[in-house]
T-cell receptor, first 117, second 118 residues
Framework: GAVVSQHPSRVICKSGTSVKIECRSL??????MFWYRQFPKQSLMLMAT?????????EQGVEKDKFLINHASLTLSTLTVTSAHPEDSSFYIC?????????????FGSGTRLTVV | AQKITQTQPGMFVQEKEAVTLDCTYD???????LFWYKQPSSGEMIFLIY??????QNATEGRYSLNFQKARKSANLVISASQLGDSAMYFC???????????????FGGGTRVLVKP
């Protein structure tokens, strides 16, 4: 099956610092990676769609200068939360669609729990 | 308008009984896919079942079955013989467009928290 490895699983950072989250597709090439944010007891909200070799497409209301997405290769996409503040504390999870998954299903990373103090 | 609606924020179910989780969707695209995921407290997203818009039969995967009513735009998940390990959040999600099309994103419903009682 298709596997997406996401790191770190948990991170605590000080307010004002930046945090980078990585998602790697281990056994397939992820042309597109989707980045979601999930606040406690809420659903997954799409933040942006990351396309290999081009600029990410951000959803309405998501600050592209705050949430920097880089997808430099077919196996690695990164999300950098710049100048993090406590309100950025959330669960961030990436996902990619793959032909290796039945019905071109989606495989998810294990998520990153970000706490900004 | 909400594309995916899950009207049940939380449910209790007795162990060994069946439970139905509601999901309605809204799309004008003739080709779409509907997914159900389970999210335990660890946060991982576990795929349960898939229904394509052109699939003639309701999908089944072990104890999971999907009651697909296309005209009503509903895709309810049925979990049979509930187990304690089924306690989790359950999300319905939709992909608009055909499988494999570039950039097709998943849109999620609000989720339903299921608690299985012994």
């Amino acid at each position: 099956g298709a596997v997406v490895s996401q790191h770190p699983s948990r991170v605590i950072c000080k307010s004002g610092t930046s945090v980078k989250i990585e998602c790697r597709s281990l056994d397939f090439q992820a042309t597109t990676m989707f980045w979601y944010r999930q606040f406690p007891k809420q659903s997954l909200m799409l933040m942006a769609t990351s396309n290999e070799g081009s600029k990410a497409t951000y959803e309405q209301g998501v600050e592209k200068d705050k949430f920097l997405i880089n997808h430099a290769s077919l196996t690695l996409s990164t999300l950098t939360v710049t100048s993090a503040h406590p309100e950025d504390s959330s669960f961030y999870i990436c996902s990619a669609s793959s032909s290796r998954v039945k019905n071109y299903g989606y495989t998810f990373g294990s998520g990153t729990r970000l706490t900004v103090v | 308008a909400q594309k995916i609606t899950q009207t049940q924020p939380g449910m209790f179910v007795q162990e060994k009984e069946a439970v139905t989780l509601d999901c309605t969707y809204d799309t004008s695209d003739p080709s779409y896919g509907l997914f159900w995921y389970k999210q335990p407290s660890s946060g991982e997203m576990i795929f349960l079942i898939y229904q394509g818009s052109y699939d003639q039969q309701n999908a089944t995967e072990g104890r999971y079955s999907l009651n697909f009513q296309k005209a009503r735009k509903s895709a309810n998940l049925v979990i049979s013989a509930s187990q304690l390990g089924d306690s989790a959040m359950y999300f319905c999600a939709m992909r608009e467009g055909p499988p494999g099309a570039a950039g097709n994103k998943l849109t999620f419903g609000g989720g339903t928290r299921v608690l299985v009682k012994p």
